[in-house]
């Protein structure tokens, strides 16, 4: 099988010096080496200066494997992980300023390394089956479980149908035991940029930084050298009773609301939607849906843009670029929070990869039983991968998107503790705004993705600067040509977890998700709309109204709110301006698009929401 790869010669030396190689070519076969070809409990462990260290535990369940890693800090992704390995332009930092030596050195080092364990050659498909390019991971074979949720995310491939020589545009090289021996503990993955293959050295068996953003990263960097964009987005096609159809896409930060966009609506025991309830006076506020609309999945975090999917409906047009998604289920408490969500994990069609999670061998298991953190409270971040074979309704084909939205997580504001949390329930904005939102990508309130979550801070362009391993500017100049390319498409800002005073958790998302559906169109007509109090949020609705029940207004326009008021929304304002000025310096290079220049100039000068139409303007 291995005659079916076209590797370099340094890969064929690594192969031809190790201990052993397995090239699996089923799902079933890496389950199975995932779980120590069968043990109830199987621990990942490595020899780390002399001494055994154990990464992580894998429980076989009835329904799929279950990873528990032993450090707390390894079930999250930590945001700083990426560093740069080779000499091209980047805006992250490189490995030999930071640690004083080549990186030659440390590749050396994990080929050696390699050698002396028997590996797993994993080949994949990344960027979908029509636009992809190949992927091959090495690792020891004892991290089956992190092979098994590349293969998920990615499209596996079984090398002996594969037609012709699978040539890899990516390696991953899987060190585990080099976040103890090189980097103090850290969650650290190496970006090679090569001339011809593009290398990813992962020192960490949490698969969020390599086997997704890290790939991601790829998809960014091949995309900035050709002039395209991969999106941080879900998106879902929405069809009422009426058989309406429209595509919202939404964009954020971890944590911004971009799985539960694809989710059905929460609703009470007794069917009612618990809008939000005010954190002062406890009063709870509620909405019926008697007809909830269809959902018909498109995408849960990666979107790919390429430009031989674009037409001339002047809307953008997206696909996944995955082929499973990495759902967080920290939300998943109790049974009965998401029935549809905990049926296909519970009653899953195929086994699956299950993270943080607590649960017994030959047991089946459970979404909302979260394994407990050594300060005794749940892990933030639970995590299953689910194949999209295994999804119902999904779609995958391209779909042309009608409304953009990007997710805030927002903090509770009153007049005596302002915020940011001052963002309305649905706010409309000139697409001028909805790409200033998308460089600023602010990752917002008490964040479950990551390790560091304290405070507004930023993700970075488009909520994918984390990833990239290029240049910021150039990324904010091909989102400000998408913007121009595509004046159908809507843009929409959507806050989770708090309005003001109220909490409300993904709510407000499906409500607009609910209402924009029902309307028929994200076209509004400028009488219906109100200028934000603060110009950075576009326009407020002045009414909305679902299956013939209005929002209180205070859920809109949470100045409203007498718990805020204009003097706290304004104290509130003013931390989202200096974030937004802060976070813009970075953009006001002479690389900068001509037209981006203006747009940041406006904010810089604390401009009017009339001076950002003049640049793009709406069309009502």
Not at 585 to 592: A, G, N, S, V
Request: hydrophobic share 35%; net charge negative.
């Amino acid at each position: 099988m291995l005659n079916k790869f076209k590797f370099s010669e340094e890969v064929q030396e690594i192969i031809a010096g190790c201990k052993g190689v397995t090239v699996p070519t089923s799902r079933e076969e890496l389950l199975s080496l995932s779980i120590g070809g069968g043990e109830e409990n199987f621990a990942v462990s490595y020899d780390v200066n002399g001494k055994e260290y154990v990464e992580a535990t894998i429980t076989r369940c009835k329904n799929g494997a279950v990873i528990n890693y032993a450090d707390d800090y390894m079930r999250r992704r930590d945001p700083a992980c990426l560093i740069v390995g080779d000499e091209g332009a980047t805006d992250k930092p490189r490995y030999k300023d930071i640690y004083n030596r080549e990186f030659s050195v440390l590749r050396d080092e994990t080929f050696a390394w390699l050698k002396g364990e028997e590996l797993l050659v994993v080949p994949v498909i990344t960027g979908g089956k029509e636009y992809g390019y190949e992927v091959v991971l090495l690792a020891p074979k004892n991290a089956a479980f992190f092979a098994t949720g590349l293969a998920d995310l990615q499209y596996f491939v079984d090398i002996n149908e594969y037609e012709g020589l699978f040539e890899p545009k990516v390696i991953i090289y899987l060190a585990p035991p080099f976040r103890h021996t090189h980097f103090d503990g850290k969650q650290i993955v190496a970006h090679n940029r090569l001339e011809n293959i593009y290398e990813l050295f992962s020192y960490n068996l949490y698969p969020g930084p390599s086997a997704k953003k890290g790939i991601y990263g790829f998809l960014l960097d091949i995309g900035e050298r050709e002039g395209w964009v991969t999106v941080h987005t879900s998106a879902v096609k929405v069809i009422t009773p009426y058989e309406n159809e429209f595509v919202i896409m939404h964009e954020g930060a971890s944590g911004g609301g971009k799985s539960e966009m694809s989710e059905h609506m929460h609703l009470e025991i007794d069917g009612r939607a618990l809008i939000g309830q005010n954190l002062t006076t406890m009063e709870k506020f509620y909405l019926n849906v008697n007809e909830p609309c269809e959902l018909h999945p498109v995408a849960d975090d990666m979107a790919l843009c390429h430009p031989k999917m674009q037409n001339d409906s002047g809307k953008l047009v997206i696909k996944d670029v995955e082929a499973g998604w990495f759902v967080r289920v920290d939300h998943i408490k109790k049974y009965g929070t998401d029935p549809d969500l905990e049926k296909a994990c519970v009653h899953s069609k195929e086994p699956l990869i299950f993270m943080s999670l607590d649960a017994k061998a030959d047991s089946t298991c459970l979404i909302w039983e979260h394994i407990l953190d050594s300060n005794g409270k749940p892990c933030p971040n639970p995590r299953v991968i689910r194949p999209r074979r295994t999804i119902d309704n999904i779609i995958d084909t391209p779909v042309e998107v009608d409304v953009r939205s990007f997710g805030v997580r927002t903090p509770p504001c009153t007049k005596e503790h302002p915020t940011y949390g001052i963002i309305g329930l649905m706010q409309i904005l000139p697409p001028a705004l909805g790409w200033l939102w998308r460089l600023t990508a602010p990752r917002g309130h008490n964040n479950p993705s990551i390790v560091d979550s304290e405070g507004m801070t930023s993700e970075g362009i488009g909520s994918y600067g984390y990833f990239l391993t290029g240049s910021v500017v150039k990324q904010a100049n091909l989102l400000l040509e998408q913007v121009l390319a595509t004046p159908n498409t809507r843009y929409l800002l959507i806050p989770n977890q708090h309005i003001g005073c109220y909490e409300v958790g993904f709510m407000p998302q499906w409500i607009t998700r609910e209402y924009i559906a029902r309307r028929g169109s994200a076209q509004f007509k400028e009488e219906h709309l109100t200028p934000a109090r603060l110009p950075l949020l576009g326009y407020s609705l002045e009414n909305l109204k679902v299956d013939g029940q209005f929002v209180r207004k205070a859920f809109l326009r949470p100045e409203t709110q007498a718990e805020i008021g204009e003097e706290g929304y304004d104290n509130g304002a003013k931390q989202l301006v200096d974030f937004f000025k802060s976070e813009l310096e970075k953009f006001d290079t002479p690389e900068l698009h001509p037209l981006g220049k203006k747009i940041i100039d406006v904010c810089l000068n604390d401009g009017t929401l009339a001076d950002y139409m003049k640049l793009i303007p709406i069309k009502f």
